[in-house]
Each structure stands twice: as structure tokens, then as C-alpha cells.
């Protein structure tokens, strides 16, 4: 009996934080923005090449972002550039890939699994 006293305010606690956590996974940069700011990038290369992906993901500082992926890597001496990462302040931070096919992780971030040996 007192379980079925506390069930309306669990599901009261539950609907909140539900609510919550979908209002924070509102990206603050909309997807057609961002298509655009994609758009605007390719057309001002002067390159001939689609967008085809365009995801939301979130870095492991839990930030999220945009990422569009081109149809074919865009040449750029031995680097290639795979796509674009877009914050949702509508900065912008190309996707190279290194002369040996590797990635490269974009300027000031650490290559995954890096780590400081002081």
C-alpha cells in the first residue's frame, strides 16, 4: 500500500527528468543552419562534392556539434580533408585526414588515447 503512495510522485520525478534531458539535448545551432554553413564552405572551396552525412555529435567534454561528411575527400597536397565540424557558435574545424590515410585530430586537441606522461 504505501509503494502505491509514492508511485504518482515517481512518475511525476521521471516525466521531469526526462523532460530535462531532452531540453538539454537541443542542439542550440539547428540542423538547416548547419547544412548551410556546410553548403557555404564547399561552394566557397570552389570544390564539387556533396554532403552526405550530416550528424550531431558530442565530444567527450560534452559538447555537441555538427558533422558533415563530404562524398569524396577533398585533395589538399598529402592531407585530405573528409569533412567539417561545426560548434554550435557556428565556428568551423575541417577534418584532415594525414598522408597516410590516418586521422588527423583537428589543431590543439590530443590524438584519442593520448596522454600526458609527467
Known sequence: MKNLRLLPLVVALAVSTFSAV???????LPIDQALKIAQDHLQKGGVDRAIVGLVLEQSTFKSTYW???WSAPIEDGPKKEI???IDMDG???RFITGPGGGHEPPAGQRPVGARSMR
Not at 22 to 28: H, K, M, S, W, Y
Open 91 to 93: 565556428t568551423v574545424t
Open 67 to 69: 558533422y558533415a561528411k
Open 22 to 28: 531532452a531540453a538539454d539535448n537541443i542542439p542550440a
Open 83 to 85: 569533412g567539417l565540424r
